[in-house]
């Protein structure tokens, strides 16, 4: 199941965090897929991960 929305934004701003290291690190790419044929670009994860933590944060503001 994928249901990000489920998930705590905990791990949402742990993935962020990891994701902005690597990129300051000088890896541009998360290798996770690179097996499939494709490659993301860390910038790519990290924005994501943000965008769901925001969504996460204001779904739960809206609903208290």
């Not at 897929?33 to 925001?54: P, S, Y």
Request: charged share 30%; glycine share 4%; hydrophobic share 40%.
């Amino acid at each position: 199941d994928h249901d990000w929305k489920n998930l705590s934004s905990d791990v949402f701003s742990s993935a962020a965090s990891r994701h902005r290291v690597k990129h300051n690190m000088g890896e541009l790419y998360d290798d996770e897929f690179e097996g499939e044929g494709f490659m993301i670009l860390h910038k790519v994860n990290e924005a994501f991960n943000v965008l769901a933590e925001l969504e996460l944060l204001l779904t739960t503001e809206n609903n208290t």
